[in-house]
């Protein structure tokens, strides 16, 4: 007999251990590990994943048959391996890891089909849409003005014809676009399968001769590929890290080998996507959010047909299914986004390195401002670090200036803009170049504060600071939707100074109207970004010649590469000082970093001004004086001492639910069963209310797991977690390595 172990994949079910069914004669030689089949369970029938086949089954009593086989394996034993590790390290039910490895598109469900038969409703079987798009001849059209996504989709027709997937992974709302110009005349498609264009149609970047310290970084990745290991390759903004990049996997690509590279979602733009076109051509399958379900699909389905060997995506691309793995990069690895929010919460640079010790290659972790962790890992051995010191332009990085802001309001100037700030940028639009004006908004919104008293209005069922609204003065709360009228004095003390803190986007535009009147001025925000192409339409007017301000958020920050900026102001370095987390001052340091580097790109150079009332802020010195030691080393001593990581290894439990006792009960509980087995150099701190205490009408509470460094902190988790009966209503929920622990 043969029998099948199939993890049961059931929506909002957390099952880890398999169970065995026996496999039907007809069936035996098509079953293998990783395929996905239906299978009774209980009443109904179920989609799992085959995780092993054996002679013979455990189970006492009678076993039940696999109905049907799915679809071909969505996993290898390698993945499988790496699964089972994810499972373990984050204590995720080993369905939910296993889910990581399945192609994008909506959780895969099994229904009866009206023959009788079992269907599988998922994207797991579907074909690839080859549909291939080419300009019609002789159409005059011509796009109006304002459809810059068609616009954008001629242009890359007029090279020749190209297939749909392809034309999305380059062109957010590309779908979309070339629906309206079919129905224009302009474009038709035709549906010839297995079309490709040839290898050669857009590789023809062109290439730089490496400097000194790019080659050497290079060499370094070659060997890491051969031998295995992790490559920290620590360069300043602008000096070529992602040539790099792209030279260590053309490597790979010429040995025929696979590599994923990691981008963050928020600079995954379609400057960040040329780049790699323009090198790779087709050989490179792009995953990102703006892409609907089935278009990710087809990216994804690219990299299983072994069509393409190189991925490049945000955090999820991490699991491709990526042929003869040799090389994984990940850009910006000190990003916080590389943590995924809900189970299975894990860390894509862990995973990462998991994945190569299990398949054999190099991780390449690229950063201007690498993370505590990474640098913790270069000083114990664990990671290879090599250096980028200098800008390939040759020319040295803006001098940084710093604004007291305190001191400027003491001299009577209630404006945002400082005096220096705003000369600074009035002869830079009158030289006719650009500048680029960065609002922090990282962790808070605006809110009011009052001068006097400090209080901050907060939200009643949220417990956190309400956001303050321009127009018609009101307060809203974003994570629940509350409202209210701004009061006109403070409610505690009665102040008149009740001023909000961290000017709004709508605020600074109107103020930069006055300033500079008459230059553009774009905002670049979560608004103005969200519809398909949004992105490629602010760049694009930013771009557009003469003097021009882009105002904007974190978005700003990264990969933005525009020669003309001469001027970089940060409004409000503030924000993220003040986040109740104690990365906080490294982030901050990281952010004022990046948002740096987008000045003095070409020739002309530039200054970086930033505004803040902390002027002597560890991270704001690091910056301004270009010694990052000034803000790490007083960060490793603070953190060795009060233990935090990397000094230590931390776990935050989260308990939420509508009723406060039962919350709070349940993380004593979770405690106390801890307490009982916790190692003598362990700590548990808490429980106690979580800093955002109340959301969404629950109650949070959290405790804190200290475990010395390299502990494995997930057995006792996974131990306790097992065996302490959780309270109805009231939901637990484990962070290994957290990224924050709000
Ligand atoms: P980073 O990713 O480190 O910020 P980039 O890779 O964006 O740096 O490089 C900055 C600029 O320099 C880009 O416009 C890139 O095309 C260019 N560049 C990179 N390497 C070289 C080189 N060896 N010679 C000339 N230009 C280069
Ligand atoms: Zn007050
Ligand atoms: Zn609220």
């Keep these: 007999m043969t029998v099948a172990r199939v993890v049961i994949d059931v929506p909002a079910r957390a099952l880890t251990e398999p169970f065995d069914y026996a496999v039907p004669p007809h069936l035996v030689s098509a079953l293998g590990v990783g395929m996905p089949v239906a299978v009774p369970f209980g009443p109904r029938r179920a989609v799992g994943y085959v995780v092993e086949l054996a002679a013979e089954s455990t189970y006492e009593g009678t076993l039940r048959p696999v109905d049907a086989v799915l679809g071909t394996a969505l996993f290898d034993e390698h993945a499988l391996e790496l699964a089972r590790w994810v499972a373990h390290e984050y204590v995720a039910p080993l369905s ?71 034309l999305s992974a380059e062109i957010a709302g590309a779908a979309a676009a070339v629906r309206a110009l079919e129905r224009a005349g302009a474009v038709v498609t035709t549906d010839a399968r297995r079309y490709r264009r040839p290898d050669t149609a857009r590789s023809s970047a062109p290439r730089h001769a490496h400097t000194a310290e790019q080659s050497r970084a290079v060499d370094r990745i070659a060997r890491a590929v051969e031998t295995g290991g992790t490559v920290l390759l620590d360069g300043i903004t602008g000096s070529g890290k992602t040539e790099v990049y792209l030279a260590a996997i053309e490597a790979v690509v010429v040995a025929g080998r696979g590599a994923i590279v990691l981008v963050p979602e928020i600079s995954l733009t379609p400057q960040t996507v040329g780049r790699f076109r323009s090198r790779l051509g087709d050989n490179v399958a792009v995953i990102h959010s703006r892409l609907s379900a089935g278009e990710r699909f087809d990216q994804w389905q690219l990299a299983l047909e072994g069509r393409v060997n190189v991925v490049v995506g945000a955090r999820s691309a991490l699991f491709a299914p990526v042929k003869d793995l040799a090389l994984i990069v990940i850009d910006e690895e000190h990003e916080p986004s590389y943590k995924q929010a809900q189970t299975p919460r894990y860390h894509a640079r862990d995973v990462a390195e998991r994945l190569i010790s299990i398949r054999g290659g190099a991780l390449v972790l690229g950063s201007a401002t690498p993370s505590m962790e990474s640098q913790h890992a270069v000083e114990t051995g664990r990671y290879e670090r090599v250096a ?28 945002i803009f400082s005096e220096r700030l705003r000369t600074e940028l009035q002869s830079v639009m009158e030289r006719g170049d650009k500048a680029v004006l960065f609002l922090n908004r990282r962790g808070f919104a605006s809110f009011l504060l009052c001068r006097e008293c400090g209080f901050v209005p907060e939200c009643p069922s949220c417990s956190v600071s309400l956001t303050y609204h321009e127009d018609g003065g009101r307060l809203q709360c974003h994570h629940c939707g509350h409202t209210a009228t701004a009061p006109v004095t403070c409610p505690r003390c009665d102040s008149p100074y009740l001023r909000r803190f961290g000017a709004g986007t709508q605020r600074a535009e109107a103020e930069l109207e006055a300033l500079v009147p008459g230059v553009p001025i774009i905002r670049m925000d979560a608004d103005t970004t969200s519809r398909k192409g949004g992105h490629e339409s602010v760049l694009a007017r930013f771009d557009a010649p003469g003097p021009a301000v882009l105002l904007g958020t974190q978005m700003i920050a990264k990969g933005l590469d525009f020669p003309d900026v001469t001027l970089v102001g ?48 560890p991270a704001v010195l690091a910056v301004m004086r270009r010694e990052p030691a000034l803000l790490f080393d007083a960060e490793r001593a603070d953190r060795a001492s009060i233990g935090y990581p990397p000094y230590v290894r931390l776990a935050n439990v989260g308990f939420s639910g509508p009723k406060a006792p039962d919350v709070s009960e349940a993380a004593a509980r979770f405690a106390r069963a801890l307490g009982d087995l916790l190692p003598h150099d362990w700590r548990v701190l808490g429980p106690s209310p979580a800093p955002i205490a109340r959301l969404k009408n629950r109650w949070r509470w959290h405790l804190v797991l200290k475990a010395p460094p390299g502990a494995d902190i997930s057995s006792l988790l996974a131990q306790v977690d097992a065996a302490t009966p959780g309270i109805e209503g009231v939901t637990r929920s484990i962070d290994v390595d957290p990224a924050g622990m709000l």
């Design 570 to 617: 940060v409004l409000n370095a503030d924000t993220s000082m003040h986040v109740p987390d104690f990365r906080a001052a490294e982030r901050t340091y990281q952010l004022l970093e990046q948002v740096a580097g987008r000045a003095g790109r070409g020739p002309k150079g530039g200054t970086v001004i930033i505004q803040t009332y902390w002027a002597d802020h």
């Design 388 to 415: 980028l010191t200098q800008r390939v332009g040759g020319g040295s990085p803006p001098p940084v200036e710093v604004v007291d802001m305190g001191a400027e309001f003491a001299d009577g100037n209630r404006s």
């Design 96 to 166: 939910e890891a296993l889910r990581l490895f399945l192609p994008p598109g909506g959780a895969p469900r099994v229904v009866r089909g009206a023959d009788g038969t079992w269907v599988y409703e998922g994207r797991q079987t579907a074909p690839v849409s080859t549909r291939i798009v080419m300009r019609a001849a002789d159409s005059p059209f011509t796009p109006r003005s304002n459809a810059v996504v068609q616009r954008a989709v001629l242009e890359a027709l007029s090279e020749g014809p190209v297939t749909l997937p392809e």
